[in-house]
């Protein structure tokens, strides 16, 4: 083991002089009042290394021992981890007395005295590789395997597998011997550094199926898929935290990760407390069973917050390799990225825009390249879709880490100012906004055979709706409500159509706080219906009466369960109003600006 001493601290920055070899990213632990410090290495030059430290660094001394620990940060992967909250080092914080972290404190990332009911997926003298599916336990609801360590390489002959039972995660369930002979004794749980990818997979596929979020503007509009990524930017106060939580209530996912890298606590504490009383409408069971938090926020030491994004991710890619659909929301990486300029700068390193590391673009599209949707060597599926947050000093979209994260990320989903002060929520700018996804082959073929032919046709449309509906209130607002034509009006009241009945949605509503794709597709034509529709009537203000019963119907559809008695009677309130205005159309000719 390498030892050596302490020969500087500028805050959580910490020289150490070395007496043997050091590797970079390696974990040291500095000896200070009784207490072993954690710390990583970002830096080595000749027998100095340069490291983080994951505390507060008052209690270090000049000339401190270091003991460094020969391996990478590592997180620990098994049964137990969902549930959990944890801090950025994978600290559980259940288990840690008192409202503070004492400086030092530790506690094991996972239970080692619950016991799980075993049952063997393979038998003996099968051959296996790394990430191959062993057995598997009940965690929660989810169908847990245990996996050949990721670490492995080669192929390995199974010796030994546990029968089928009820076994501690530090028990031996199986024993592998390679093909030199080396014998390799297999628990519940593994090690794996956080900042390497786990690649103990077939192959990456191009994703192409959505991912439901149950928000609308987001599925309809603007999808995101499994194994895609989106990041959400804007302005403080337009509802980024709100909004991710959202997704995080109510999509999909087998599995949810939740990383607060560095929001304020307040924001954390409610996602503790309010989570665990909610119900998870995919499966109707608590929707804390299959969300695992990861916990650091603004007034933690910097490099806490990086390494939470990192073991945020591991974790994700962990249950993937289980053929789950994952889902990782990281607010918000603006603070991730704002401890790389911090310690960049305690560093003296050459700074790029606005002082951020010059290396900061290729350090966020190599951590959103671990997003994506991979095949397993059984043939199975799994996802980790990632959706980070971005607060923009100014809301400013051209600072560098929205402009770095948008050359990445394939979804954008633009908060607006002026929408979160209209009250119109979620507050999402569905024009400045997008989905590259929309223009997948795989995701239109898709699309057309699981949702509508024509799909992503129709939703082009839309957009083109709004589109022109904007700019027909922008000529109104400069020109006046009498100096436009009528047909001006009725673009603009098209467009408010959908915003009222697709785009704002009512998270304290228990039917429209979400959506299934099955009642978005319906409301979508239905939308469509009136959208394409051509009008005639003989002032503006006819226009606005008109249109904000049809919205008032709408709103009254969302507010109902989908085909109720109530759905179907406002549906049919809505047909009789479009079929009389039908009647009274005297020039067909109108078309949309």
């Not at 805050?11 to 050091?22: K, R, T």
């Not at 994951?54 to 620990?76: N, Q, Y």
């Not at 938090?293 to 390494?307: G, L």
């Not at 000529?475 to 006046?480: A, N, R, V």
Request: glycine share 6%.
């Amino acid at each position: 083991m390498t030892r050596g001493k302490v020969t500087g601290i500028v805050s959580n920055l910490i020289s150490i002089e070395a007496e043997g070899p050091v590797i970079q990213n390696e974990i040291c632990l500095i000896l200070s009042e009784g207490k072993r410090l954690k710390a990583e290495v970002i830096r080595v030059i000749g027998r100095v290394a340069s490291a983080q430290l994951f505390e507060s660094s008052r209690t270090i001394k000049i000339g401190a021992e270091v003991e460094f620990s020969g391996h990478l940060l590592e997180v620990e992967l098994g049964p137990g981890m969902l549930s959990k909250r944890y801090d950025g080092l994978q600290n559980d914080l259940s288990k840690m007395g008192g409202l503070f972290i004492d400086i030092g404190e530790e506690t094991a990332a996972l239970d080692d005295n619950v016991f799980f009911s075993f049952t063997p997926l393979v038998k003996q003298g099968d051959l296996v590789k790394a990430g191959d599916w062993l057995g598997s336990v009940q965690e929660n609801w989810v169908d847990h395997k245990i996996m050949v360590p990721f670490k492995l390489r080669g192929e390995f002959k199974v010796e030994t597998i546990t029968k089928p039972g009820d076994y501690k995660i530090s028990d031996t369930m199986a024993t592998l011997i390679s093909e030199e002979g080396d014998k390799q004794t297999i628990t519940m749980c593994q090690k794996w550094p956080v900042k390497m990818a786990i690649d103990s997979f077939d192959q990456k596929l191009r994703p192409y199926h959505i991912l439901q979020t149950g928000l609308r503007v987001i599925d309809t509009l603007n999808p995101i898929v499994e194994g895609g990524t989106g990041y959400i930017p804007g302005p403080f106060g337009t509802g980024k935290t709100v909004l991710q939580q959202s997704i995080a209530k109510n999509s999909e996912a087998d599995i949810v990760i939740i990383v607060a890298c560095g929001e304020r606590a307040n924001e954390v504490v409610e996602i503790f407390t309010e989570f665990p009383q909610l119900t998870d409408a995919s499966t109707g069971r608590k929707l804390d069973e299959k969300i695992s938090i990861v916990c650091n926020t603004s007034n933690m030491p910097v490099a806490a917050r990086e390494a939470s994004v990192y073991v945020g991710m591991t974790m994700a890619e962990y249950y993937r390799n289980m053929g789950l659909k994952v889902l990782m929301l990281a607010d918000s990486t603006s603070r991730w990225a704002q401890a790389l300029r911090e310690m960049s700068n305690r560093m003296e390193e050459l700074p790029g825009p606005d002082a951020f590391p010059v290396e900061l673009p290729a350090t966020i599209a190599n951590f959103y390249s671990r997003a994506g949707l991979v095949e397993l060597t059984n043939g199975a599926k799994g996802s980790v879709t990632f959706i980070g947050t971005v607060s923009p000093a100014g809301g400013n979209f051209k600072e560098p880490v929205t402009e770095a994260t948008s050359k990445v990320a394939r979804c954008f989903y633009a908060l607006s100012q002026k929408r979160a002060d209209a009250k119109r929520y979620p507050a999402i700018d569905s024009l400045a906004s997008y989905s590259k996804y929309l223009d997948y082959p795989e995701f239109i073929a898709d699309t057309d055979k699981n949702i509508q032919d024509g799909w992503v046709r129709l939703v082009k449309r839309a957009k083109d709706i709004i589109r022109n509906g904007i700019e027909a209130r922008d000529q109104i607002s400069i020109l006046g409500d009498d100096a436009v034509p009528v047909i001006y009006h009725i673009s603009f009241w098209k467009s408010e159509v959908i915003d009222f009945a697709l785009i704002q949605q009512d998270s304290f509503d228990n039917i429209d706080m979400n959506t299934p794709m099955k009642r978005q597709q319906y409301m979508l034509n239905k939308v469509m219906e009136i959208g394409e529709k051509e009008f005639s009537f003989s002032d503006f203000e006819e226009v606005r009466t008109y249109f904000k019963k049809l919205i008032n119907l709408l709103k009254q559809m969302n507010y109902t369960a989908f085909q109720s008695a109530s759905f179907k009677k406002y549906a049919a309130e809505l047909d009789k109003e479009l079929s009389v205005e039908k009647e009274k159309n005297v020039n067909p000719e109108i078309n949309l600006i």
